[in-house]
């Protein structure tokens, strides 16, 4: 299994693999079963919990959030009417609530228009991913003190029981001690980010797009399936204002020429 906060920036990554063995050491019953804590999660998550059912939320990383936070993509992929219309209460109160970090810090009035902490041209609202988790544990705070919700954190599914068509248990390690955990769900949700549930459940799927002549949408592939066509990568890196005449420049990598011409 693959522990994606082991990889190493350079070096081997099968360091990163780590062995699945051992036997059941905890059996949990819910009734909602979260696999994966990016913003899908969470919001399933604290959706189910607050209508009063028991839920279980696993993390693969230690952050919850995903694109907000671990993954430091802290803008949000929003259409541009969002300030007026299109988002849930939920979401609403998050956006407000990360504003709100930055209006006590910068004295900015409440109310004075939309507010972008981050001068952000992608998004109408942009921040540091520390501020976003902190939110977000804020919004589910309430439901795990009431004990409706339970996050297990460095958590990833290993294996699934199906009966039929129905997904009987979900069997998830702990990255950090190895423990093993069988969860047991009347609902099991699929938020990771690529699925990982699909493979384990023999759960029938495709990757890439489809054709026009499959799906009659106007704005599919045009001529054929195309299975290589899915969302691309993103990289992020930090950047920070430095006094001028600083130099920080690195030295070239192997093979930067190479690749600065091509």
């Known amino acids: 299994m693959l522990d994606v906060m082991r990889v190493p920036a350079s070096g081997d990554p099968l360091v990163a693999l780590r062995p699945v063995s051992g036997e059941i050491t905890n059996r949990v019953e819910c009734d909602v079963l979260v696999v994966g804590g990016g913003m899908g999660g969470v919001a399933a998550a604290l959706a189910a919990s607050r209508r009063g059912r028991s839920v279980r939320l696993l993390e693969e990383t230690d952050w919850l959030g995903g694109q907000i936070t671990s993954q430091g993509v802290s803008a949000m992929d929003e259409h541009e009417h969002i300030e007026g219309f299109g988002g849930t209460r939920t979401y609403y109160v998050l956006r407000e609530a990360i504003r709100d970090h930055y ?44 004990g409706r919700l339970r996050v297990h954190l460095r958590t990833k599914a ?33 938020a990771t980010e690529l699925g990982d549930l699909l493979p384990l459940t023999g759960t029938e799927y495709v990757v890439g797009a489809e054709s026009v002549m499959e799906t009659g949408e106007p704005h599919a592939q045009p001529d054929e399936t195309k299975a290589s066509c899915v969302q691309s990568c993103t990289y992020t890196f930090a950047m920070e204002r430095r006094p001028s005449g600083d130099d920080h420049r690195l030295s070239k990598p192997d093979k930067y020429d190479h690749y600065s011409q091509s």
């Open 103 to 146: 209006r006590r810090l910068l004295s900015v009035p409440e109310g004075d228009g939309p507010f972008n902490p981050g001068s952000s041209w992608v998004s109408r609202i942009a921040f540091e991913p520390r501020v976003a988790l902190s939110v977000l544990e804020g919004l589910l705070d309430p439901e795990v003190k009431a």
């Open 158 to 190: 290993t294996s699934a029981t199906v009966e039929g068509n129905r997904v009987v248990s979900i069997r998830a390690m702990n990255l950090d001690d190895g423990v093993l955990t069988e969860f047991h769900a009347s609902y099991v949700v699929d």
